[in-house]
């Protein structure tokens, strides 16, 4: 079943909205839902769908606070603790990365840390899974193209339900 659901502005009442009218048209359960750290949106997934794994998005979070001299680099390292074979390996990876970083950027090290609970679902997943949980860039893509058609023609908005695309 695809969906696209649009709102004025981004709250976890609308994603709440949004996954309780999903539940409505038939949707049993959801395995993962990618977000972002938006505040309650981890009670509204938990609310609608309490199986629920929550993957968070950290690096871009992340990312916006590091300079960009060290972006490259930093990211490198950030997609140490995503690649790595497990939960265990992951851990390793984010203790050398937090130890290589918190000096300069103890902040973005520190979410990592308190919000490691919204990582670990990644490694459930295979190598291949997780490539596609890791990045939203295809769905920030579609979204910012949506956002772009939006503001040109204001009030007209394109909405895909179950799969088909609107003529």
Do not use: H
Not at 113 to 122: L, T
Not at 154 to 166: A, K, N, S, T, V
């Amino acid at each position: 079943m695809l969906s696209l659901a649009i709102c004025e502005n981004e709250s976890a009442k609308f994603w709440l909205n949004a996954l309780n009218e999903l539940k409505n048209r038939g949707v049993k359960d959801v395995m993962i839902i990618c977000a972002d750290g938006l505040a309650g949106i981890k009670e509204a997934i938990t609310a609608a769908f309490p199986k629920t794994d929550c993957q968070r998005c950290m690096v871009r979070n992340t990312l916006k606070y590091v300079a960009s001299k060290d972006m490259k680099s930093f990211a490198t390292d950030l997609r140490t603790i995503y690649n790595a074979a497990s939960e265990d390996e992951g851990q390793k990876a984010r203790a050398r990365v937090v130890e290589k970083w918190t000096a300069k950027y103890p902040n973005s090290m520190k979410r990592w840390i308190e919000n490691w609970d919204v990582v670990v679902p990644i490694f459930k997943f295979s190598k291949d899974v997780r490539k596609i949980i890791y990045t939203t860039n295809a769905i920030e893509s579609l979204n910012s193209s949506y956002r772009k058609l939006n503001r040109q023609a204001y009030g007209e908005m394109c909405i895909m339900y179950e799969g088909r695309l609107p003529d």
